[in-house]
């Protein structure tokens, strides 16, 4: 089931929290949590890793397992409206979401 690429929009479509709660809970506190907290939720600066997502939270879509990058296409969120959409993420300076579209 796809879950990982709906969870921004519904935390932020269905939870009243402020947009950085949202991001702690889905970035670096699991991070932290498996030890992994010196690789990620660091400062944007030279030296530092390239572990970053951009994200336009006020981008609204609607869910379809067919559009999405991932392999598998249920998903109980399907034709669900939604807010807010990871545009590009990058993993130790390597692109691998760009526009929305897995690069590998």
Known sequence: ML?????LALALTELDLPIQQVLAALSWNPARAVGLG???G???AEGE???LCVIDPEATWTVSGRAMA???TN???EGREV???VRHTVLFGEPVVIGGEAQR
């Not at 879950?3 to 969870?7: P, R, S």
Request: hydrophobic share 20%; aromatic share 4%; proline share 13%.
């Open 83 to 85: 807010r807010g959409r």
């Open 3 to 7: 879950g990982l690429e709906t969870a």
């Open 38 to 40: 010196h690789l990620h």
């Open 49 to 51: 890793p390239a572990n």
């Open 70 to 72: 991932s392999r598998s």
């Open 42 to 44: 660091r400062p944007i």
């Open 75 to 77: 998903t109980p969120y």
